[in-house]
């Protein structure tokens, strides 16, 4: 599921893209492909306007230390504006 969700992600078509990436089991992966996987998914959300989806998986991710944390912030930092949440 994972790859297909990459595959669509890809795409831009951001819908199938979340629908495969909400069916991985992130068990038997790694913590970078759980990251890449749960910031692929985040994006989605975020293009799919489901903000809070998206900036709960973008919160979670940007304390991380992997190369995804930045946008992560950047993303979350920007939907806490968007949500009046200016502290």
Known sequence: ?????????EK???KTAVSF???VDMQPFSSPEKI?????????YF??????EAG???NQIKMSSSEYARP????????????????
């Open 21 to 23: 990436y909400d069916r």
């Open 1 to 9: 599921y994972r790859q297909l969700g990459h595959y669509y992600f």
């Open 47 to 52: 293009q799919l306007k489901k903000y809070g």
């Open 36 to 44: 890449e996987n749960g910031y692929r998914r985040a994006y989605a």
């Open 72 to 87: 992560s912030a950047y993303y979350a930092g920007y939907l806490a504006y968007m949500g009046g949440n200016y502290t």
């Open 56 to 58: 709960a998986i973008f």
């Open 12 to 14: 831009g078509d951001y």
